[in-house]
């Protein structure tokens, strides 16, 4: 009987064993992504690095606008510092200071800003979509290879 009983335990385990090692089989073959998916994530990271390009250079734009505003600041409050109130000349210096920083601001808002403010928010996007695609399931080699090889990606917009 005690044969019997252990029997009686065994079975349902073992059943239990097969068949959770059937799901796991099933998830992992789920896992990989197919080379028409795997050639899509491959795509995205190509535009990724464009888009990055993109970015860093209109970024490195913005931050020499502002510099150049701030410069222009520095020395318009330093002639503020030290110019006569009574001196033509250095009120007609100054005015111009003031004319070229506004110009320069207004420019910046108009133009570098919001080119920045689009190309990052495309790139947030787009990282935000090859994370939701790409992140969490597995690439087979062979697919990856095959797909840097000839990735035959749609031009980026």
């Known amino acids: 009987m005690g044969a019997n009983r252990k029997q009686l335990v065994f079975t349902p385990l073992l059943a239990l064993f097969l068949t959770m090692e059937v799901v796991q089989e099933r998830a992992n073959a789920d896992s990989f992504m197919s080379p028409d998916e795997v050639r899509d994530c491959i795509c995205r990271e190509q535009a990724l690095q464009s888009l990055r390009q993109e970015n860093d250079a209109l970024q490195t734009q913005?931050?020499?606008?502002?510099?150049?505003?701030?410069?222009?600041?520095?020395?318009?409050?330093?002639?503020?510092?030290?110019?006569?109130?009574?001196?033509?000349?250095?009120?007609?210096?100054?005015?111009?200071?003031?004319?070229?920083?506004?110009?320069?601001?207004?420019?910046?808002?108009?133009?570098?800003?919001?080119?920045?403010?689009?190309?990052?928010?495309?790139?947030?996007?787009?990282?935000?979509?090859?994370?939701?695609?790409?992140?969490?399931?597995?690439?087979?080699?062979?697919?990856?290879?095959?797909?840097?090889?000839?990735p035959a990606c749609p031009p980026t917009p």
């Open 62 to 150: 913005l931050n020499d606008a502002r510099a150049q505003v701030q410069d222009l600041q520095t020395k318009i409050d330093n002639m503020r510092k030290t110019m006569n109130p009574n001196d033509n000349a250095s009120i007609q210096a100054l005015s111009q200071l003031i004319s070229q920083r506004d110009a320069l601001n207004n420019q910046q808002r108009a133009t570098i800003f919001p080119q920045a403010w689009t190309t990052t928010s495309k790139l947030n996007t787009a990282v935000e979509e090859y994370n939701r695609l790409c992140i969490e399931r597995s690439m087979r080699n062979i697919d990856v290879e095959n797909a840097r090889k000839n």
